[in-house]
Nanobody, 123 residues
Framework: QVQLVESGGGLVQAGGSLRLSCAAS????????MGWFRQTAGKEREFVAA???????NYADSVKGRFTISRDNAKNTVYLQMNSLKSEDTAVYYC?????????????????WGQGTQVTVSS
């Protein structure tokens, strides 16, 4: 059974940092694109960042220069380092995976999803 389990969310003050992790199990994800999305109440899930198996990265404009996505294929884990956090970064963050060559921002392209982890940034 394929599982993606996020961790690392929490409450942080504006300007602070958090590191999210997503551990994948049930199959090998080294050939998958791994992505992070986020969602707030009443809004659609939006793309944050994605990384291909070869290390190609894609970021939403709103997080460029502040967030960094990385992966450890040996551990089947993807990370999202979030710096200079803003109140508008508050959301539930989801990890996702898809078999593609390029790090797509389209959530409809992702086959596997985690349950999400809450990130709250206080101003």
């Amino acid at each position: 059974q394929v599982q993606l389990v996020e961790s690392g969310g929490g409450l942080v003050q504006a300007g602070g940092s958090l590191r999210l992790s997503c551990a994948a199990s049930g199959r090998t994800f080294s050939n998958h694109v791994m992505g992070w999305f986020r969602q707030t109440a009443g809004k659609e899930r939006e793309f944050v960042a994605a990384v291909s198996w070869s290390g190609l990265r894609n970021y939403a404009d709103s997080v460029k220069g502040r967030f960094t996505i990385s992966r450890d294929n040996a551990k089947n884990t993807v990370y999202l380092q979030m710096n200079s956090l803003k109140s508008e970064d508050t959301a539930v963050y989801y990890c996702a995976a898809t078999i593609r060559a390029t790090p797509t921002a389209l959530n409809s392209m992702y086959n596997y999803w985690g349950q999400g982890t809450q990130v709250t940034v206080s101003s």
